[in-house]
T-cell receptor, first 114, second 111 residues
Framework: GAGVSQSPSNKVTEKGKDVELRCDPI?????LYWYRQSLGQGLEFLIY????????KSGLPSDRFSAERTGGSVSTLTIQRTQQEDSAVYLC????????????FGPGTRLTVT | GQQLNQSPQSMFIQEGEDVSMNCTSS?????WLWYKQDPGEGPVLLIA?????ELTSNGRLTAQFGITRKDSFLNISASIPSDVGIYFC???????????FGQGTELSVKP
């Protein structure tokens, strides 16, 4: 079946502009996660959605970052007033309810802020 | 906060050799996962571990969940060129919650 998809695959933006990154989870997966991966680094948790519960936003680095999940499926990560340090690969993962801890990742969006 | 120390950072081995990498944590995890990431792609799940002491295999891969719940290792036997990539460990405190990742082990295999 189809895996997690993300768009765009690459995004180049000017400092100060807003960007939106999209994630389509695996069909039927109720949990959705956003992570950030800086060059040569491990993944850093950003935010987590589980069904209708309030999201866990504990990893968002600043109030310029926000995310929403509409209809329990597609999610959008928004970064306002982008800064150069926001340049990274943004990865989305989804998990099946009752499927243990296993998270399945999309290919990521590479964001470059110039 | 929680941190994972993954070692080694990189490995250069000959095809056919066995490989071992490990992760240690300052705190307890209830789940350990191992992922492989190829350039330009997202991490791919290799093995999931749910019980302290658990030893799980997936083909040439073997991983163990340490008894203290603060460590895990991954072994790759008889390495082949397609094993090249970056391997990440990840720990989870609460089932279904966020993953804490190690810094990765970059594996290079010489044919």
């Amino acid at each position: 079946g189809a895996g997690v998809s993300q768009s765009p695959s690459n995004k180049v933006t000017e400092k100060g502009k807003d960007v939106e990154l999209r994630c389509d989870p695996i069909s039927g997966h109720t949990a959705l996660y956003w992570y950030r991966q800086s060059l040569g680094q491990g993944l850093e948790f950003l935010i987590y959605f589980q069904g209708n519960s309030a999201p866990d936003k504990s990893g968002l680095p600043s109030d310029r970052f926000s995310a929403e999940r509409t209809g329990g499926s597609v999610s959008t990560l928004t970064i306002q007033r982008t800064q150069q340090e926001d340049s990274a690969v943004y990865l989305c993962a989804s998990r099946q309810t009752g499927g243990g801890g296993e998270q399945y990742f999309g290919p990521g969006t590479r964001l470059t802020v110039t | 906060g929680q941190q994972l120390n993954q070692s080694p950072q990189s490995m250069f081995i000959q095809e056919g050799e066995d490989v071992s990498m490990n992760c240690t944590s300052s705190s307890i995890f209830n789940t350990w996962l191992w992922y492989k990431q190829d350039p330009g792609e997202g991490p791919v799940l290799l093995i999931a571990l749910y019980k302290a002491g658990e030893l799980t295999s997936n083909g040439r891969l073997t991983a163990q969940f340490g008894i203290t719940r603060k460590d895990s290792f991954l072994n790759i036997s008889a390495s082949i060129p397609s094993d090249v990539g970056i391997y990440f460990c990840a720990g989870q405190s609460n089932q279904g919650g966020k993953l804490i990742f190690g810094q990765g082990t970059e594996l290079s295999v010489k044919p």
